[in-house]
């Protein structure tokens, strides 16, 4: 069947029982099914290892997609939006880290084949009646190439407007930067003395990342950026390069790197004083580390970003943020797959009762009865038979150093899926406590 017969069958009445329950089987394996269709493209696409870098990147990107294609099987139905507008980033994405558009297509074809095999496989196994399979495949089919023709779309837009300019603006720097990309050095060293920075290779560079708790649109970002920047060259009295670029929260942050030889927190304290003469009061900063001369620029830039991204959604006292000091949530927020795990793993049967709730204030208050009970207005032996009780059904020790540091990981990676959102949980039943 072509794929131009397979876009005119109809989707439009009640999907099949069976097609339901081989989708729904499908999501409950989702994970194994990720493995082998991601190191299959990681395998088969050259480019994707000497230009993305990370696996786990490439896997998040296909994972997106893979889930994508799955629901709207399950759902009948194209990709919305929304999912669109995701594959789109990832265009973008793959335009600024150098990958040509016939590796994007060879990498999606890859995985269009994969998931194909796997697809006919499980009707095999699941006895999915024929009729139902051509329409399953066509649905299949019509989501892959909506979701191809807007990542593909977007990718060839970036990459006219790289090849359009003689040489990188502002903006477009940084969100080369902010993405990984490949940024000539020549470019680089031309802005900084554009910008007044009299010698780009030995001054230590910082960046600063700007984001609001709510995803901004690029115009309000545009705004806080300017303002924020002029603010900053009145405190500092020091040149400040800036950008505005996509954050993983599907809004806009922005970007800003400047000369800084004193102290991160009087930095801080100084980006601090410029947010509070800002209209928006969500708004908040992150602070990268230094690097000596424009070659650590990249560096810090992904780490205001990340910085960012690892806060989206949580409350922060702090209105500025060290990256230095935020190393646990830019750890989860980087390793998705480990830190669903964890949740799984340890906190499943807690989840939706005052266990948790315990749990998390006990560590919150560095392990004291008596704040925990405080704080959450019971009596202290209420705290200590919850507290033992959810070490019970966690398998894991309060009083054993490794299993105190497992409980912060899972924690932490619980209250971070939950501030974004919520995460993608394994339909599968819990697993057993450990011990």
């Known amino acids: 069947m072509s794929r131009a017969d397979s876009r005119e069958l109809r989707t439009s009445d009640p999907v099949p029982p069976d097609l339901q329950r081989l989708a729904r089987a499908m999501l409950k394996e989702f994970d194994d099914l990720m493995t082998r269709i991601v190191d299959e493209v990681w395998s088969s696409v050259p480019a994707?290892?000497?230009?993305?870098?990370?696996?786990?990147?490439?896997?998040?990107?296909?994972?997106?997609?893979?889930?994508?294609?799955?629901?709207?099987?399950?759902?009948?139905?194209?990709?919305?939006?929304?999912?669109?507008?995701?594959?789109?980033?990832?265009?973008?994405?793959?335009?600024?880290?150098?990958?040509?558009?016939?590796?994007?297509?060879?990498?999606?074809?890859?995985?269009?084949?994969?998931?194909?095999?796997?697809?006919?496989?499980?009707?095999?196994?699941?006895?999915?009646?024929?009729?139902?399979?051509?329409?399953?495949?066509?649905?299949?089919?019509?989501?892959?190439?909506?979701?191809?023709?807007?990542?593909?779309?977007?990718?060839?837009?970036?990459?006219?407007?790289?090849?359009?300019?003689?040489?990188?603006?502002?903006?477009?720097?940084?969100?080369?930067?902010?993405?990984?990309?490949?940024?000539?050095?020549?470019?680089?060293?031309?802005?900084?003395?554009?910008?007044?920075?009299?010698?780009?290779?030995?001054?230590?560079?910082?960046?600063?990342?700007?984001?609001?708790?709510?995803?901004?649109?690029?115009?309000?970002?545009?705004?806080?950026?300017?303002?924020?920047?002029?603010?900053?060259?009145?405190?500092?009295?020091?040149?400040?390069?800036?950008?505005?670029?996509?954050?993983?929260?599907?809004?806009?942050?922005?970007?800003?790197?400047?000369?800084w030889e004193a102290e991160l927190d009087l930095l801080a304290q100084r980006v601090a004083t410029a947010l509070k003469q800002d209209a928006a009061p969500d708004l908040r900063a992150s602070v990268g580390e230094p690097f000596s001369g424009l070659s650590g620029l990249g560096t810090s830039c992904r780490q205001a970003v990340v910085t960012l991204e690892s806060r989206s959604g949580r409350d922060i006292p702090a209105p500025v943020l060290l990256f230095r000091d935020s190393l646990l949530e830019v750890l989860i927020h980087r390793d998705g797959a480990t830190a669903r795990q964890l949740v799984q793993r340890y906190l499943s049967r807690l989840q939706g009762t005052d266990l948790l709730l315990t749990l998390t204030t006990h560590l919150e208050h560095h392990l004291s009865v008596r704040a925990t009970a405080e704080a959450l207005h019971v009596h202290k032996n209420t705290v200590v038979y919850r507290l033992r009780r959810a070490e019970e059904l966690t398998g894991l020790s309060l009083r054993d150093t490794r299993d105190l540091a497992l409980l912060v990981l899972a924690v932490e990676a619980d209250q971070a899926a939950k501030a974004a959102g919520g995460a993608h949980r394994d339909a599968q039943p819990p697993a057993e406590p450990r011990g």
């Open 48 to 259: 994707y290892a000497e230009l993305v870098f990370k696996q786990g990147e490439l896997r998040e990107r296909i994972r997106e997609n893979v889930h994508t294609v799955i629901v709207c099987l399950l759902e009948g139905r194209g990709p919305t939006a929304a999912e669109l507008a995701r594959a789109s980033l990832t265009g973008e994405r793959r335009a600024l880290q150098g990958v040509s558009p016939s590796s994007v297509i060879q990498s999606f074809r890859t995985a269009e084949r994969a998931l194909n095999d796997e697809y006919f496989d499980w009707c095999s196994r699941m006895q999915v009646r024929r009729a139902n399979i051509r329409r399953g495949r066509a649905t299949l089919i019509s989501s892959l190439d909506q979701l191809e023709h807007a990542m593909l779309t977007s990718h060839l837009e970036i990459q006219r407007q790289i090849e359009e300019g003689q040489r990188l603006s502002e903006p477009a720097l940084f969100r080369s930067l902010a993405a990984g990309g490949n940024v000539d050095r020549a470019d680089v060293e031309r802005l900084a003395v554009t910008m007044g920075i009299d010698d780009p290779e030995h001054a230590s560079f910082v960046t600063v990342g700007l984001g609001t708790s709510v995803p901004a649109d690029r115009a309000a970002m545009e705004q806080h950026r300017h303002h924020v920047v002029g603010r900053l060259r009145n405190l500092l009295a020091v040149p400040v390069l800036s950008g505005t670029v996509r954050s993983g929260s599907d809004g806009w942050m922005a970007v800003l790197a400047m000369p």
